[in-house]
């Protein structure tokens, strides 16, 4: 379905979507993958992350979701986890900031009563015409966010996860082939597969799986309130499939992933849902 032009300024908002992407799992049935499991998802108000938090309650699992201020959009996700009899712990802020990392993971371990799950999904970008009107300001602020958050939340989760826990990151395509108009953007997605690739090696050895969902276009308030109204208008067309991807076609990876029963010899994998596009290698 072709999106039509439209606008919203940041962080933006599901509700003001047209279409609202698909996003809480409907009719999918979880088997107890995740019972009792206790995760926490940056970024999990909407988009991918709140189709991560649904997937995971219906596997059985109880969630934390960090996001910035878009409270609306977590309170949903949390009524969605609520209606699967789990809990689901709110952590508004900045993730730009290192103390905030630290706090929320002490927040959900307080609130969950431990975590063996960690999903760091959270994101922003700022697209540009021309190289040089990337500031010093916005490149240091897209690495805060989508990089050194990754570094600093896992940081501190590892003080609670053991063998059999796991990480998941979220890239992108854009990390794989790059982006002429979202360079630190995509500068920060290469940078969040080669540390995964890394840690998966480091962790290794104490039973934790760390892998990667790098996705095509997907649907999700980033887009309107990030893009122009011109180049949100047949988002995602560009791909074999025609179409950009919805959160729910993405969630389902990260369940796999965070699966002992499913992906348990899988660590240190980017796995790549770019609806039929091929990268080098």
Not at 258 to 275: P, W
Request: with cysteine; aromatic share 6%.
């Amino acid at each position: 379905m072709s999106k039509p032009a439209q606008e919203e300024k940041p962080p933006g908002y599901t509700a003001k979507m047209r279409p609202e992407p698909r996003d809480d799992m409907r009719g999918y049935e979880g088997r107890g993958l995740l019972e009792d499991r206790r995760a926490l998802i940056t970024g999990g108000d909407s988009g991918i992350g709140r189709a991560v938090a649904v997937a995971f309650a219906k596997e059985g699992a109880d969630v934390a979701i960090a996001y910035l201020e878009e409270h609306s959009d977590a309170e949903r996700t949390a009524e969605l986890v609520d209606a699967e009899q789990r809990r689901c712990a709110r952590l508004p802020g900045d993730l730009g900031s290192a103390e905030h990392c630290a706090a929320v993971v002490d927040q959900t371990v307080q609130t969950l009563g431990g975590l063996d799950l960690l999903v760091n999904n959270v994101a922003t970008q700022q697209p540009v015409e021309r190289p040089e009107e990337i500031t010093d300001e916005q490149w240091l602020r897209t690495f805060e966010v989508n990089m050194h958050s990754y570094f600093r939340v896992t940081t501190a989760a590892l003080a609670h996860l053991g063998a059999g826990d796991a990480i998941i990151n979220t890239s992108s395509v854009n990390g794989l082939r790059g982006h002429k108009g979202l360079i630190d953007y995509s500068a920060t997605k290469g940078a969040i597969n080669a540390w995964t690739y890394s840690m998966a090696q480091a962790l290794a050895p104490r039973g934790i799986r760390v892998n990667c969902v790098a996705p095509g276009p997907v649907w999700t308030p980033l887009i309107p309130s990030t893009l122009s109204e011109d180049h949100v208008e047949g988002f995602g067309e560009n791909v074999p499939l025609g179409r950009p991807a919805e959160p729910d076609e993405l969630a389902p990876s990260y369940v796999f992933l965070a699966s002992n029963q499913l992906s348990s010899f899988y660590t240190g994998e980017i796995l790549s849902a770019l609806g039929g596009e091929t990268v080098p290698g």
